[in-house]
């Protein structure tokens, strides 16, 4: 895709963000845009990044960790927002700030074994399987408030908060519905005494309402750079 074809994505998923903030009575200044750019080439990244975007989501280890290093001049904040193997965690550890989708202790605990000392602490959300899907990543909600208290304990890695890919829905009431969901557990993780501010929720098809709901980080894709073609990477 052309720089001017990115350009105008951005803003115009920009101009959409803002909107669905001040409906919900919002700042938009609370809510963070991650391109998501998986399959896409380096060079749109770059003609993002020519907007103004900083913060990145890669889903794949090697494609993610490719482009950190064809892009490393630029002072980008990379998101790792993709399922954790136990055998890929070292390279997360190493070249992320962010890690979106913890699901398991045993992630957790490797993640923050392999975290260099010398970087900041990674900030991690725990996946929760809003949904119930038996195809979908994530622990169930009713699981979640343990694995946090026991992931926040961790060492090299700070819990933000959770985050979340609900079924696709059309229906806005569902949407609003499955985020309030996520939005109320985390709720209880706060009043349970862990200091979390991050609801990473809200893609390309329903960020809006993921937004109404409470969303700090949206994660868009192909509002941005367009379908994706998967070809070796699915």
């Known amino acids: 895709m052309n720089m001017t074809t990115i350009a105008s994505n951005m803003q115009a998923v920009r101009d959409a963000i803002d909107v669905a903030a001040r409906a919900a009575g919002r700042d938009p200044r609370e809510v963070t845009l991650l391109a998501v750019s998986k ?4 060079d749109d990244l770059r003609a993002a990044y020519a907007t103004g975007q900083r913060c990145f989501a890669e889903n794949y280890v090697q494609e993610g960790t490719g482009k950190i290093a064809a892009l490393k001049d630029l002072q980008i904040e990379w998101h790792f927002i993709g399922p954790i193997q136990s055998n890929k965690t070292r390279p997360i550890a190493e070249n992320f ?6 699901e398991r202790l045993k992630v957790a605990e490797r993640l923050s074994a392999q975290r260099p000392e010398s970087l900041p602490p ?3 959300c725990i ?11 994530g622990v169930a909600p009713n699981e979640v408030g343990a694995l946090a208290q026991t992931v926040a304990a961790l060492p090299r890695l700070k819990l933000r908060g959770l985050m979340a890919i609900p079924q696709p829905d059309s229906n806005p009431a569902q949407q609003h519905a499955a985020f309030a969901q996520l939005r109320q557990l985390q709720e209880q993780l706060v009043d349970a005494g862990l200091p979390l501010d991050t ?20 994660r868009i894709g192909t ?3 367009g379908a994706r073609n998967y070809g070796g990477n699915a």
């Open 199 to 218: 609801l990473s929720m809200g893609m390309s098809h329903d960020f809006p309402a993921a937004i109404a709901e409470g969303a700090t980080m949206v």
């Open 223 to 225: 509002a941005i750079f």
């Open 39 to 42: 399959t896409f080439p380096a």
């Open 122 to 124: 990674l900030q991690v």
């Open 127 to 137: 996946e929760v399987n809003i949904s119930g899907e038996a195809s979908k990543s």
């Open 97 to 102: 700030s962010w890690a979106h989708s913890i």
